[in-house]
């Protein structure tokens, strides 16, 4: 119920009315003035109840007369009345109606009753009540009445004392509350200020309203007090007590900062009275030193007091906080004071409460920024806000270094003794039994054997004192140990707490402006305000220093958990904010520290100590205390949790990790996680620091770059304790993520991250070299990591990160270049694989710089590290095959970077990858890749480690020329775009195109390129290699030659066929011919290849005949270009060496190409006979007809469209030519010049050696003369129109030389027939059939051909001469076949009697045709012939061969029996003269042989035998002899000897007596005996010169008979009974024949033929024969009867007559 409502004032009333009357009551008797002053007064209420409606006001106005009674109530002194009276009066107070006059009247009054010391406590309460409830009283009634609480302050009443004061209190925030409402009434009018005099005296308050007076009169007595001066105001003052003052100074500071600020006049106060007060009274702590004696100084030191000096510095806190802008220069006076009371030489109470006093200051942050713009940042000023930091810092180190004095017991436990008290058995340890637990519960920092307990002091963020709260105490209160650390620790970390935080909001507020800025001004760069910053940072340099050196020496000596974290976290903070500041120093040390303390004491890391040494030369002096940066100690009373290796080079023992250790590494893990943008170069302290954490921890690097707790590799160095088992996969996981996060970096803070991992990588490459330790692959691992998570911005990290990872992975050792490899290929997959945007395929130059450091691999010689570069493409080819477009060349070109010396694994992987290629992405790939395709799959071929992947590689380059063959128009349309480019760009600048073969088109450009390669791959050193590539090579001209255009061919054949066999016939003309043992491994070789030349062999002929091959198919194309002859030429001579090498399958190879490309068909029989002989030789049947095979060793699969292709071009080019060219393949010269390589052939081969029979080295085989000679006739039939004799002459030679070629002895049973068979060889065979041929050619030709006949019949008369002389090569001896040894190397003549006989029949045959030919007849054919015969017949059965005699003498006959007519018709040309003398030599030889028949030869075959002389007699008889005239007679004479020689006896001397009889060729003597008498007395003697030689020769005849008769007839006697040699019977037998013969031819001729004289002698022999007959010898006897018998005829009369005139 409000005081003024109209039932308040009805209750006042009637209140005021019964305590009138109690008060009337109370004083009838003793006090009747005041009874009746008593009455009056409830008159007087009632009164004015009734005249007034405003009745509180009119109460107010007559309030003097109402107070009256009451007060003199109060002046009887009486108690109960008192009581009373101020009962009433304080009622009247609380309904204001006490006006100033009746205020003062009460104040009076109630002095009174104070000086009287009567009713105290009610006096306060009146007092009080008075001026709460209004402003009446003010002024020189105020001041009495506040003198009067002041003086009830000091009674010897305690409760009234403090009744008093409170009451005192109370007053003084009234007067200042009065004051402030009074400046808000005011507050809208705007007074015009007084001008101020120069020297205002400090009573002058004139210009103050009346409550802002009373105010200002007050404080400005309560500073009077404290100084101990008199009050102006308070008058009345007896005592005063300098802390009630102070106390009361420091509230009205505290609560009412803004009288001060606003007014002048008591801002003047302040500066004037309470700074200079406040100072003086701070001496005596101020000179006081702790310990110092007294004696020592002259004048007596006050000592401090406590009470005061608290309350001192509680006023102190108080202007600092409200005061601190108006009171620049003397709160820099406190805080130096301040300062200087942390001192260790000052009380330890003044410490304390210093420092309470310092952590007040700590806990607001915008303060100490005032401090550090007003000081520090200002020229010549003390660096105020430093010195406090620092003092802190030293406060701190002071506590650690020197023991607390005032603790003996715990001085004692830290020396060792075993102290009495908590402290002692907590020091104990393990050793005291279960008490040691307190050292973990208690939290508590001890260093260096100081040990000081932390206790809880304040909330965070609020400074709680205790000391500065102990008004109550006037002794200084003993400090609890570990009380000043406990304040100091919070005071560090409310300081950097609050700087941190106000800092760190500024900071956002101001990057939120600039954001906001660059939105609305994109175009302009944002500028922060200046001097924000500046202060910032002058706040962080000044402070970083201290802070670190007070928390790396908590942190080292923090024993608790949560302590260390607070710390840690400090650190953390200062490190964040320095770094977002930009202030390298401080942030990199506030890392460093917590860093160091991550690792074990002394652990050498020279990041950090290089970092530390930096630090450590600043020595921070503070007011002549040095503060040191104190290196950690290592006797820490941690638990150890974990026991690792070091990571260093030199191996070392093992170390600890303690909890500490680990909560540090984590908070080292956040610091990199949430501030990651700020630490800039920081990083590589960080995370060296980490890289050997996770080292000791033995964590080891997984799948991209994760870690994972793995088992050291060194062994069992490593020991976990369960507790950090637990936590390693969260500290693995926390390192993750931390590398993650890197994703959310700026790119500047990423490079210094990419950067910091790169130099400690290069640290553990360098720690890692020269020993196969396990290197740490920490920052490799996180590279990797790092790389992964920013995919997104790769491009600009790409270049550093992979760059040094190549350089890893050139490192010795294995395991790190492993992980270096693992992390490039990793990345690389990814970058290929991940979503960038724009994708890949349209950001060439991203991809091409993702390939790159893939391509760079290449350069490491390492196996391993090739191995998984080629394992990532091939994995790159299954993934990404298809959009690798610009990447292409950089991936082949790696595939294709293979050196033999790189071992079988890698080439096989590296193959495998180009066979993906090849099989799947030829179509993908741009065109113009194809090439490196050709190249590379080229390359294959050629490595000489794998002889498998060489071949199949050759296989892939035909797969591709497929694929060009199928795609074609595509590709060339593709290259024909991009040529077109290219030029473009070249003619800008200025440049000519330069790409291989350049001229040609581009796609037959990426055929010659193929062609290029294969052709390379046919000169490998590898046999296989080399037939492969050779029969590919080919097989693709062939196959896919007709794409080409035609100035193409002219490339293919010059650069890279005629290139080819030039190569090919060097290596094989140089090649090895030491015997290859086996082919590696247990392969077998066979013994035709088993030299390198051997193997050369093989390729030689494969080439030549491919190339010949080519030439033959593409003829009608070939001979469109240019110079064709010339490539004709070089065809010709390689044909030609090849024909004339030393290898016998190259040179055979060499004449069927010559064969191919003269378009000869070879005839079945002989090829096969060379088939034969090949395997004679041992060559493999494969290599027999190399033309045969058609393509490389695989079957083709190939869509029908293609084929039918195929056969449309390849069917065009078997086709024959289009009409006008078929002048062009009979182009002579062509010809010709395939003649004269086929004479130098000829010849070269042929020529026998000159030297003695050792040194020839090399025969020719005969299936290679075979073959040679079997060209010719198919070449003749081309040249035959110019074919001279000069030709013909060089052609002898050449077959002369190849039949005279002997075989070796080991080929001989193929080739030779076996003895008996009479059959001729290929060779033999191919002779004649050129001769046959040219015979017929001569005899269509014309006339002038005629002339070679006679060469002809001479050439086949050498071969005759065969038959009985085998032709000599050089001088080399040959066996005869019979006695050749097969197993041995000689050389066997072969049996030319069947190819004489051949021969001799040609002759005769050929003969019979031209007889009449004028060349014949002029060339003495015939002659030549009977020459050539001769010898056969001569040697009769010392022929070779039996046969051979035989059919000398049917030719002779038959040759005769044509040309005797055509001699006798020439007769008179004397063309024929010098045959005769031949022929009869030739008779003569023959019927009378010097050999004789073989023992073995039967009755049957001499009378056979015999026969063939009777023929020759015959012939004699009627083609010679008839025609005597026409024969010169010479010639007759020399016949008719003969034919006398023959019918006197012609047995040879070696046969049986049985068989004499027969053998004495009774038959032959017959006939030539008749024939002699038949011509001797032919009626048709022509002349008589015939005639005469006819009886000449018979009379001859007779006279021999006579002489062996009569000799016979003598022996006989003579012998008596001994029988005669068996020679002479026959002789006689013989005669006796021969004698019975003449009669019997006489006896036919005609009478008047005979000579008388012939007669004569006939009788004559009578006698003789009459003797014999005494004879002993049956056959003697029966061959006499006969001879006697026919003289039977002569047994009669002769008629006398007259014959031509003879008697």
């Known amino acids: 119920m409000s005081t003024s409502s109209p039932e308040a004032v009805k209750k006042l009333l009637e209140n005021m009315q019964t305590d009138l009357r109690s008060l009337s009551m109370e004083c009838k008797k003793k006090f009747p003035p005041v009874k009746e002053a008593a009455e009056s007064g409830i008159v007087k209420i009632k009164t004015i109840a009734a005249r007034n409606t405003e009745i509180l006001a009119a109460l107010k106005e007559n309030s003097s007369e109402v107070v009256q009674p009451f007060l003199m109530g109060c002046g009887t002194k009486e108690p109960k009345i008192t009581q009373l009276c101020l009962a009433a009066i304080q009622r009247l107070m609380s309904h204001e109606v006490v006006s100033e006059a009746a205020a003062g009247n009460i104040i009076n009054m109630l002095w009174q009753l104070m000086e009287n010391g009567l009713e105290e406590l009610k006096l306060l309460q009146t007092v009080l009540v008075l001026l709460t409830t209004n402003t009446v009283v003010h002024d020189e009634v105020l001041s009495k009445a506040i003198v009067l609480c002041f003086r009830l302050h000091f009674t010897k009443d305690n409760i009234t004392n403090n009744t008093a004061a409170a009451t005192v209190r109370q007053v003084v925030t009234v007067v200042f509350e009065r004051m402030v409402a009074e400046d808000e009434r005011f507050k809208g009018i705007v007074e015009q200020p007084p001008s101020v005099q120069g020297n205002t005296n400090r009573r002058s308050v004139s210009t103050l309203r009346p409550s802002a007076k009373d105010a200002y009169m007050l ?278 707490r609050g700087i941190t935080t106000m800092i760190e909001r500024e900071l956002a507020v101001e990057e939120e402006a600039a954001a906001e800025f660059r939105e609305t001004h994109p175009d302009q760069g944002w500028q922060p305000p200046p001097g924000v910053h500046l202060v910032w940072e002058e706040m962080v340099s000044a402070c970083w220093c201290g802070l670190l050196a007070a928390l790396s020496l908590l942190l080292d000596a923090s024993t608790d958990e949560t302590a260390t974290e607070n710390i840690l976290k400090a650190e953390l903070t200062m490190a964040s904010l320095c770094g977002r500041l930009g202030m390298v120093t401080p942030r990199d040390a506030f890392i460093t520290a917590i860093c160091k303390a991550s690792l074990p004491p ?328 194809l090439q490196i395709v050709v190249d590379v799959a080229g390359s294959f071929g050629l490595q000489n480690q794998e002889l498998n992947i060489s071949l199949t590689s050759i296989g892939l380059l035909w797969n591709i020329s497929d694929y060009f063959f199928q795609r074609g128009e595509a590709i060339t349309q593709e290259l024909e775009r991009e040529e077109e480019a290219l030029q473009k760009q070249a003619k800008e600048k200025g440049e000519t195109l330069n790409r291989p073969f350049h001229p040609a088109p581009p796609f037959d450009c990426l055929w010659l390129c193929l062609y290029a390669k294969l052709g390379e791959l046919c000169v490998d050193p590898r046999p296989a290699v080399r037939k492969s590539a050779g029969q590919t090579l080919f097989s693709t001209i062939a196959a896919h030659g007709t794409l080409l255009q035609q100035p193409t061919w002219h490339v293919v054949v010059w650069k890279v066929l005629f290139h080819l066999l030039d190569c090919v016939r060097t290596s094989s003309t140089t090649a090895d011919k030491e015997k290859i043992e086996s082919g590696g491994g247990n392969i077998l070789i066979h ?351 010392a022929c070779p061969s039996e046969s051979t005699w035989k059919l000398a003498v049917a030719s002779l006959l038959k040759v005769l029996s044509i040309g005797l007519p055509v001699a006798r018709q020439h007769a008179s040309s004397g063309k024929f003269d010098t045959m005769w003398p031949e022929l009869a030599n030739a008779f003569e030889d023959f019927l009378f042989t010097k050999s004789t028949p073989p023992d073995n030869v039967s009755i049957q075959e001499f009378q056979k035998n015999e026969a063939v002389d009777v023929e020759v007699v015959q012939l004699i008889s009627t083609e010679i002899l008839p025609f005597a005239n026409f024969i010169p007679k010479d010639f007759v004479s020399q016949i008719m000897t003969m034919l006398n020689r023959g019918s006197i006896h012609s047995q040879s001397a070696s046969f049986t007596e049985a068989e004499i009889d027969v053998r004495m060729r009774e038959e032959f003597s017959k006939v030539c005996f008749e024939t002699l008498l038949q011509f001797s007395f032919s009626n048709k003697v022509s002349t008589p010169q015939e005639g005469y030689i006819s009886r000449m020769a018979l009379s001859v005849l007779l006279k021999r008979s006579q002489d062996v008769l009569r000799r016979y007839v003598e022996d006989e006697r003579l012998s008596g009974r001994c029988p005669l040699p068996r020679q002479q019977v026959t002789e006689i037998i013989f005669v006796l024949k021969a004698i019975s013969t003449l009669m019997d031819s006489l006896k036919k001729t005609q009478p008047e033929n005979v000579d008388g004289n012939t007669w004569a002698q006939v009788i004559a022999l009578y006698p003789t024969l009459v003797e014999c007959i005494t004879c002993s010898s049956s056959e003697v006897s029966s061959a006499l009867k006969e001879a006697l018998g026919p003289f039977k005829d002569f047994m009669q009369p002769p008629l006398i007559k007259v014959q031509n005139g003879e008697s």
């Open 219 to 496: 404080f400005q007595d309560l500073c009077q007090l404290v100084n101990a001066d008199a009050p102006y105001w308070l008058v009345g003052m007896t005592e005063m007590t300098r802390t009630f003052v102070l106390e009361l100074l420091e509230s009205v500071l505290n609560d009412f900062p803004g009288v001060f600020l606003q007014h002048q006049e008591f801002s003047f106060l302040l500066k004037e009275r309470v700074c200079p007060l406040v100072i003086k009274l701070f001496s005596p702590n101020i000179k006081f030193r702790q310990g110092s004696s007294s004696t020592a100084s002259p004048a007596p030191v006050e000592k401090p007091y406590f009470p005061i000096c608290m309350r001192l510095l509680r006023v102190v806190s108080v202007l600092i906080k409200h005061f601190y802008s108006l009171l620049v220069t003397e709160c820099e006076i406190f805080l130096s004071l301040l300062v200087k009371f942390l001192d260790g030489e000052k009380p330890q109470w003044l410490r304390a409460v210093a420092v309470e006093s310092v952590h007040r200051l700590c806990v607001q942050p915008h303060l100490l920024r005032s401090f550090c713009q007003s000081y520090d940042m200002k020229q010549h000023s003390t660096k105020v806000f430093r010195d406090i930091v620092n003092a802190l810092g030293s406060f701190i180190q002071s506590l650690f270094i020197v023991p607390n004095a005032g603790n003996p017991a715990v001085v004692g436990a830290l020396a060792g003794g075993s102290g009495s008290g908590a402290q002692g058995a907590a020091q104990g340890g393990p050793g005291t039994g279960g008490v040691s637990g307190n050292l973990t519960s208690q939290a508590a920092f001890e260093y260096r054997g100081t040990w000081i307990p932390l206790m809880t002091v304040s909330v965070q963020g609020s400074a709680k004192a205790t000391y500065l709260e102990m008004l109550d105490k006037v002794e200084p209160p003993s400090i609890p140990e570990g009380y000043a650390m406990s304040v100091a620790f919070s005071a560090l970390l409310d300081l950097v």
């Open 1087 to 1437: 013994h035709s290849r088993d030299t390198a030349e051997k193997q050369w062999a093989e390729t030689w002929v494969l080439t030549l005949a491919g190339v010949a091959r080519i030439f033959n198919t593409r003829r009608y194309l070939l001979q469109q270009l240019g110079d064709f002859f010339e490539a004709w030429e070089v065809l010709l001579n390689h044909i030609q060496s090849a024909a004339l090498s030393k290898n016998n399958e190259v040179s055979l190879a060499a004449l069927k190409s010559f064969q191919e490309i003269l378009q000869i068909g070879t005839p079945v029989k002989d090829s096969d006979k060379a088939g034969d002989a090949f395997a004679a030789m041992g060559v493999p049947p494969v290599l027999i007809d190399p033309l045969s095979a058609s393509g490389p060793g695989r079957p083709l699969v190939r869509s029908d469209s293609l084929v039918e292709r195929l056969t449309r071009y390849n069917g065009a080019e078997l086709q024959a030519p289009p009409p006008g060219e078929e002048s062009a393949l009979e182009d002579s010269a062509l010809w010709w010049s395939a003649w004269n390589t086929w004479y130098r052939t000829g010849t070269d081969s042929t020529r026998p050696p000159s030297g003695p029979a050792e040194k020839f080295s090399f025969i020719p085989s005969q299936p290679f003369l075979t073959a040679l000679i079997q060209i010719f006739p198919a070449l003749y039939q081309h040249i035959k129109s110019n074919f001279s004799m000069e030709d013909l002459k060089k052609l002898g030679v050449i077959l002369h030389g190849a039949v005279s070629v002997p075989i070796s002895s080991d080929a001989s049973p193929f080739i030779l027939p076996s003895f008996t068979e009479a059959v001729l060889t290929s060779l033999q065979e191919a002779v004649l059939t050129s001769l046959d041929v040219l015979q017929k050619a001569i005899c269509v030709g014309p006339e002038n051909l005629q002339v070679m006949y006679p060469a002809i019949f001479e050439q086949l008369l050498l071969f005759v001469e065969f038959s009985c002389k085998p032709p000599q090569y050089g001088r080399m001896e040959t066996k005869h076949v019979a006695n050749a040894k097969y197993n041995q190397a000689e050389w066997v003549a072969l049996n030319y009697v069947p190819f004489a006989e051949r021969s001799l029949e040609v002759v005769v045959e050929l003969y019979h045709k031209t007889a009449c030919h004028k060349a014949v007849i002029n060339e003495k054919v015939l002659q030549n012939i009977i020459k050539t015969l001769r010898m056969p017949l001569g040697l009769k059965y």
């Open 602 to 929: 002394h652990y050498a890391l020279t990041v950090l100590s290089s970092n530390a040494a930096n630090l450590s030369g600043k020595a921070y002096s503070i007011q002549g205390h040095s503060v040191q940066i104190i290196s950690p100690s290592s006797e820490s009373h941690q638990q150890v949790v974990a026991v690792g290796q070091p990571l260093t080079s030199q191996p070392q023992g093992t170390v600890m990790l303690t909890a500490k250790n680990i909560q540090c590494m984590r908070t080292l893990l956040n610091l990199a996680h949430c501030h990651g943008a700020v630490l800039g170069t920081s990083w590589q302290l960080v995370l060296a620091t980490l890289q050997h954490l996770v080292w000791i921890l033995g964590l080891k690097p997984g799948l991209g770059g994760a870690l994972k707790p793995g088992r050291a590799v060194e062994g069992p160095s490593t020991v976990l304790t369960t507790a950090v088992m637990t936590d390693l996969p969260v500290i693995a996981n926390i390192l993750s993520r931390l590398f993650e996060s890197s994703q959310y970096l700026d790119d500047v803070s990423l490079h210094h991250l990419i950067n910091a991992l790169c130099s400690l990588s290069l640290e553990a490459m360098e720690m890692a070299y020269g020993n196969n330790k396990e290197p740490s692959l920490f920052a490799v691992a996180k590279l990797l990591e790092t790389g992964l998570v920013n995919m997104d911005r790769i491009e600009i990290l790409w270049r550093p990160l992979t760059g040094h990872l190549l350089e890893v992975c050139q490192h010795p050792n294995s395991r790190m270049r492993e992980w270096g490899a693992e992390a490039l290929t990793a990345l690389i997959k990814a970058g290929l694989a991940y979503k960038h945007d724009p994708p890949l395929a349209q950001n060439q130059r991203l991809q091409l710089l993702l390939l790159n450091p893939l391509k760079e691999l290449s350069n490491v010689l390492h196996a391993d590290i090739r191995q998984k570069q080629l394992e990532s493409v091939l994995q790159i080819l299954q993934s990404q095959g298809d959009s690798l477009g610009p990447g292409w060349p950089l991936v082949l070109g790696v595939i294709g970077a293979i050196r033999n010396d790189q071992g079988e694994s890698l080439i096989r992987t590296a193959f495998q990858c180009l066979q993906l290629v090849v099989t799947d992405f030829l179509p993908t790939m741009p065109c113009t890749c």
